[in-house]
């Protein structure tokens, strides 16, 4: 998309401030214009915000790229990556979490009852003390969700190879020690 950055870049400061949740009449006040020019440009504050956050995500991966400019190998670029979307969760926050939503909601849409599904496993693993992570277990579900779907079943057959590497990062010890004695192929024929 095309901006003009004399007019976007108002309402996208207005917005780092205050967030999402503000009416067009106060949007249009705050950036000295009128709530008919912001219809006028953006035909809706649903388009407005995903002209918004566009811009933001350009805006950042630029931030990006002169960030990893001097990186001397790939594993610098992805902590300098993984720096910047650090910095965009502690300084940029409501950009952040509406694009974290808005790709969870469209995801969850699709996939709410896998999601419920793999969310109650994950807590059973919890329970039974064979997984371990330190974060939400529906955030972790859509992970392994997504993983699922575009990692493993790129195939008719899952691909059982990647699974050892999937799920390495949360087992706790009991949990590599119970993986161990399954035998995977014979699940998955």
Known sequence: MKY???KIEPVFEYYLTFGFDRSMQEIAKAVH???KTLFNRYLSKENLE???LDYWQI???KRMEQRMEFANNAVEK???FLFELQYCRNHETYFFQKAKELFLRKFYKQNSLFIKQLEDILNMGIREELFQYD???KLFAYFLQFNVLFLLLKDAIINTDYL???LAPILS???KNVFKDIDIEQIFK
């Open 59 to 61: 805006k950042s991966a």
């Open 50 to 52: 995903l002209y918004l």
């Open 33 to 35: 214009t009128t709530k």
């Open 4 to 6: 003009n950055h004399a």
């Open 173 to 175: 010890t009991t949990g």
């Open 135 to 137: 974060c939400d277990p």
């Open 78 to 80: 992805l902590l300098m």
């Open 164 to 166: 050892p590497f999937l």
